[in-house]
């Protein structure tokens, strides 16, 4: 039996639990009752009666159900529903305590946010009880991070990466707070991403793919001149990897790539205009529908782009000490919600931000999406 969730509508704000469609499967339980036809019968006469009395049951008693199981097992986890995007943040929380950011966040399997704090010179963690620990000390201005691969087999990335602005390169960042160098870059370091194939990718003005381990760099992407790769992801099917812009005027660039190896197979083509004035683009987020986020630092505004790119909708205008200078969905452990999305304000004390959007980010999400524009 299949019940599905109910839900209030976009014109609503519909909330989270109508988001949601779930499965619930009833497994029917058959009982087979045998009677079996021998068992001893009284018998008073004394003719010669054939009959054995004691009927032989040939039937061994063990039925064996040799039919086909029509009654799979359709409960596939949650479902979300692309028609049913919120059309605007349910809600927003401006007062995340201790919390802190400078270019971005990241978020550890543990239960802390990460961030810079005490003039974008430490990295602090604080857990959802507004305990702060001190994560990193003296490291100096970090741009954006992203999380390395498990290396222990224990199902929790064990390192960060981050573009260290003070040590010109991407450096990996240990579980205790050590410090080394990965790879050193040329340009303006910004964006950082890690690829399904465990390569780093960074936008430097250029765009290069690294070998975490080795430090190995192949540069995939060329800088036109008039205007920088400054932050980078990829559409959910891995089709596309989206470019927002150092000077690009307001506009985010695609190439298309190989799937698989995710190498271009294609120049640089205009994907949407329109995307703030274009000074800075500091954050290029994916929801699991496809569904771009970018913060322009222009108009200190978060732009929300239609996968076709021909959809632009400013969906939060705040001032400038509210401005999200970098992005990143929780990641559902403790406090952290994995439907929100929390933004370093690095022009408010950098404080964080968070913003509960409706919609989980790509590749975060285990369940079935339908309905993708």
């Keep these: 039996m299949l019940y599905q969730a109910g839900h209030i509508g976009i014109s609503n704000m519909a909330t989270k639990s109508g988001i949601y469609s779930a499965f619930i499967t009833i497994s029917s339980i058959a009982v087979i ?45 949650p479902i979300y529903d692309c028609e049913l995007i919120p059309a605007w943040p349910l809600s927003n ?53 992203a999380w390395l691969p498990d290396d222990d087999g224990d199902g929790a990335p064990d390192a960060l990466a981050a573009y260290s ?31 399904h194939d465990e390569y780093l990718y960074a936008a430097h003005g250029d765009i290069s793919r690294i070998d975490h381990v080795t430090g190995a760099k192949q540069v995939l992407f060329n800088s036109p001149g008039n205007w920088d790769a400054r932050v980078i992801n990829w559409n959910p099917d891995k089709t596309k990897l989206y470019i927002g812009t150092l000077f690009g005027n307001g506009q985010i660039y695609a ?21 703030g004035s274009g000074s800075y683009h500091d954050t290029l987020g994916v929801d699991v529908c496809g569904y771009l986020y970018v913060s322009d630092y222009s108009t200190s505004a978060t732009y929300r782009v239609h996968p076709n790119g021909d959809q632009v909708q400013t969906l939060v205008d705040p001032p400038l000490n509210k401005y999200g200078h970098g992005m990143e969905w929780g990641n559902g452990v403790d406090v952290w919600d994995d439907f929100t999305i929390y933004q370093p304000k690095p022009y408010g004390g950098n404080g964080v931000i968070s913003y509960d959007i409706g919609v989980p980010r790509m590749d975060h999400f285990d369940g079935t999406v339908i309905n993708r524009p």
């Excluded at 010109?168 to 991403?193: K, Q």
């Design 33 to 77: 009752t045998s009677c079996g036809s021998g068992g001893t019968t009284p018998n008073g006469d004394d003719d010669d009666d054939t009959n054995t009395i004691q009927d032989t049951d040939t039937d061994t008693d063990q039925d064996t159900d040799t039919g086909t199981d029509t009654d799979t097992d359709t409960d596939t986890g």
């Design 255 to 275: 190439l298309d790539i190989d799937p698989v190896t995710l190498d271009p197979i294609s120049g640089a083509n205009v994907f949407a205009n329109n995307v």
């Design 93 to 145: 929380n401006d007062n995340l305590g201790q919390a802190r950011g400078y270019h971005d966040l990241a978020f550890s399997h543990d239960g802390f946010i990460i961030g810079s704090d005490n003039g974008n010179q430490t990295i602090i963690k604080v857990d959802g009880n507004n305990n702060v620990q001190v994560f990193v000390p003296n490291i100096g201005m970090i741009q954006q991070m």
């Design 165 to 195: 602005d003070q040590q010109s390169n991407v450096v990996r960042i240990a579980a205790n707070g050590g410090v080394s160098n990965i790879a050193s870059l040329s340009g303006p370091g910004y964006g950082l991403i890690l690829g």
